[in-house]
């Protein structure tokens, strides 16, 4: 049994979590999340300077809130994660210091968690009320679909994972954005027809006012069998083009639900395709989704209902809608099953862990 705290600050949320690990369970015990959302809505996008000064204000208190409503006192705390790449490296840099001072000062073995290996994580999180599925009680091979605002990336999980390690993601890719991620593709469309940043919970929200998802017919992009690739820039590009003709038209503010609802569809429809055929090809037996827009309901939901259709033996895993966007309890996870593995960072050796912007993959 350990108790890990852990820090993210990648990008616009400054998060603290304190998880409990026994057996194969991952329980969070606390969830402390600061959204930057309304500060960097303004500027219509997260302007890394003003991310990086914010997290400085923020990550200590969002330590102190995680440790005190875990109940959990720092000195008991057997590791602590952080998550060091990809992001922006300043954000990054900051969590970082706080978890590197945090471990000097208690003397703690230190764990740095890649952002994807934390969304990855979030399908074995154990809340209260939901218990998460049981790594070896999954069918495997896996696909696991990682779609957030900086990757869409297919994996293909033969067995049941111990980890998450970089290597193992580079090397389990099958399919990814040649372009814009999902989540880009959403924000960058919301910000065309006009919605604040981030754009796909608003897009989202707006379809379900009664939109029509058949009243426009955007570019569905590489439909063709031959790859598991994405490419999401055509459906700005034609998205552009009919919100400003509608624009013209006087028609604009009218037409936002049956807009948002064929973006949305546009962008599912890319997804649920290149899913399905990544599932057929590889005989998946079971399906993962992790990352912001696996929050989205119109996918949440074609997942729920279709799932038999193509060839699953089970419904597809989908984090609870907090764990979807970025959060610290994926990266405690994360850092926990590294730090049963003797995956981590002690004595001084971390001192010289830094913070990097690449993804590497
Ligand atoms: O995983 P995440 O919080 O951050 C990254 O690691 O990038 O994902 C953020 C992305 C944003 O692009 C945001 O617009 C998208 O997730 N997102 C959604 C929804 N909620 C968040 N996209 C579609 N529908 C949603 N309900
Ligand atoms: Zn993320």
Not at 66 to 77: F, M
Request: glycine share 8%; net charge neutral.
């Amino acid at each position: 049994m350990s108790i890990i705290l852990g820090i993210e600050s990648s990008c616009d949320e400054c998060s603290a979590s304190v998880v409990h690990y026994s057996a194969d369970a991952v329980e969070v015990l606390s969830c402390e999340t600061f959204s930057q959302i309304a500060i960097h809505r303004p500027y219509g996008g997260v302007v890394p300077e003003i991310a990086s000064r914010n997290h400085l204000e923020t990550v200590n208190p969002m330590i102190e809130a995680a440790l005190k409503s875990s109940g959990v006192n720092a000195r008991n705390l057997d590791a602590i994660a952080v998550t060091n790449r990809p992001g922006l490296v300043g954000a990054l840099l900051v969590g970082v210091s706080a978890a590197k001072s945090m471990a000097y000062a208690l003397d703690k073995p230190l764990v740095p968690v890649h952002h994807l290996e934390g969304h990855a994580t979030s399908i074995f999180l154990n809340t209260q009320g939901k218990p998460s599925v049981p790594r070896n009680e999954l069918p495997y091979p896996m696909l696991l679909a990682i779609v957030s605002g900086g990757h869409t990336n297919l994996h293909l999980v033969p067995a049941a994972p111990e980890l998450w390690p970089l290597d193992f993601l580079k090397r389990s890719l099958v399919g990814r954005s040649r372009d814009d991620a999902a989540g880009e593709a959403f924000d960058k469309t919301a910000k065309l027809l006009g919605f604040p940043y981030p754009g796909g919970k608003w897009i989202d929200e707006t379809a379900a006012l009664g939109g029509n998802p058949k009243a426009f017919d955007f570019p569905r992009a590489l439909p063709q069998k031959a790859t598991l690739d994405f490419s999401f820039s055509g459906l700005k590009t034609a998205v552009a083009l009919k919100a400003e003709a509608l624009r013209k038209k006087g028609e604009l503010q009218a037409s936002l639900p049956d807009l948002c609802a064929s973006v949305q569809e546009a962008i599912v429809d890319a997804l649920f395709l290149k899913i399905s055929l990544a599932v057929r090809e590889y005989g998946c037996r079971s399906l993962a989704i992790v990352g912001g827009v696996a929050a989205n309901s119109r996918l949440r939901g074609r997942l729920e209902n279709e799932w038999k259709s193509i060839g699953l033996t089970r419904p597809p895993i989908l984090p609870e809608m907090r764990y979807c966007t970025d959060n610290a309890a994926m990266i405690a996870g994360a850092g926990a099953f590294r730090f049963r593995q003797g995956q981590f960072l002690q004595g001084t050796d971390y001192l010289t862990l830094n913070a990097f912007a690449s993804p590497e993959f």
